[in-house]
């Protein structure tokens, strides 16, 4: 998943420097939301694995 988030950071700062805005916004946007995605499951499985022992 935060694979995923860094690749479209990339693509959004290459499409960005060639200006194309509407690209270079989606793919942030894309980005953003998968991150915090990430970040959600991620502390959900850190609490998961605290409580499991």
């Given at each position: 998943m935060l694979g995923w988030a860094v690749t479209f950071l990339v693509i959004?700062?290459?499409?960005?420097?060639?200006?194309?805005?509407?690209i270079a916004g989606t793919?942030?946007?894309?980005a953003q939301i998968l991150f915090v995605?990430?970040?959600i499951l991620f502390?959900?499985?850190?609490?998961?694995?605290?409580?499991s022992r």
């Open positions: 959004a700062i290459i499409a960005g420097i060639l200006g194309f805005g509407g793919s942030a946007g894309i995605i990430f970040l502390l959900v499985s850190l609490l998961r694995g605290a409580t």
